[in-house]
């Protein structure tokens, strides 16, 4: 496999989450919150437009980015990522990565999930070991 170059982006992957796959993530996790499942509760109770999707879910999107570019002997060392704003239910989330440093096997990638007005909802770094 070529060593990736500063700059080189991953393929980028879109998600449009549904309303089962939502229940079902949060079933999954054991998150009771109702915002993610309840859309009544989150437009009256707490003001949302519409459903959130998770961030915990988003993370897991901006990790079957890397797995799906890794290959069979490389190996995560490192991987944080932070939600900056609310995604909603309806709206199509891209995960995007790109190469921000390479040093020797290590390879240092910016992560990011936009929605479709460009604006970042997640973003985190992750740091792959190539074996």
Do not use: K
């Not at 982006?9 to 009771?32: C, G």
């Not at 989150?42 to 901006?62: F, K, S, Y």
């Amino acid at each position: 496999m070529a060593i990736p170059e500063v700059g080189q982006a991953l393929p980028e992957r879109q998600y449009t989450p549904d309303s089962v796959q939502l229940f079902l993530y949060n079933a999954a996790i054991w998150n009771a919150h109702r915002i993610h499942y309840d859309l009544p509760y989150a437009q009256d109770g707490e003001g949302h437009p519409a459903l959130l999707v998770d961030g915990p879910l988003q993370g897991d999107w901006l990790t079957q980015l890397l797995y799906d570019w890794m290959g069979a002997n490389d190996e995560l060392l490192a991987f944080e990522y932070s939600n900056r704003r609310a995604a909603y239910l309806g709206d199509v989330l891209t995960a995007c990565a790109e190469v921000e440093a390479v040093e020797q096997a290590d390879v240092t990638f910016a992560l990011r999930i936009v929605n479709r007005h460009g604006q970042a909802t997640t973003v985190g770094r992750a740091t792959v070991r190539r074996g």
